[in-house]
């Protein structure tokens, strides 16, 4: 399963970022997908995730601030992410994993993608 994440960059304390993860076609009507990120020195953690039938759960680092979503349509899901820290700064990763794993775990998922730069400046 190959996943290509897009939509980071350079942003300011405060403001919003969408990444998306393109996956090829019927992957999210399989696999759980979830978000990781991985910052300097620090071991990968988990952002949040969504599974094949809809329900999400997030980090509680992000709630209230992070939103993950999918379009079954497009193969692609999102995060987004508003009222971004400096301590969001971090290389952010795509993943999936089979069906019924548990999902805020790294070794769970089989597939990531290449990873996309999120730097927040105070």
């Known amino acids: ?27 999210l009507g399989w696999y759980t997908m979830g978000w990781f990120r991985q910052a300097p ?3 990968r953690e988990f952002v949040a995730a969504i599974s094949r039938s809809g329900p999400r ?13 999918s379009d079954n349509a497009k ?13 969001d700064t971090a290389v952010y990763y795509c993943a999936a994993a089979q ?5 805020k775990v790294v ?6 993608g290449q990873g996309t730069q999120v730097t927040v400046s105070p």
């Open 1 to 27: 399963v190959q996943l290509v994440e897009s939509g980071g960059g350079l942003v300011q304390a405060g403001d919003s970022l969408l990444l998306s993860c393109k996956a090829p076609r019927r992957t």
């Open 41 to 43: 020195g620090k071991e």
């Open 57 to 69: 759960t997030h980090a509680d680092s992000v709630k209230g601030r992070f939103t993950i979503s």
């Open 75 to 87: 193969d692609t899901v999102y995060l987004q992410m508003n009222n971004l820290k400096p301590e």
């Open 99 to 103: 069906p019924g794993s548990p999902s």
């Open 107 to 112: 070794t769970s998922y089989q597939n990531w």
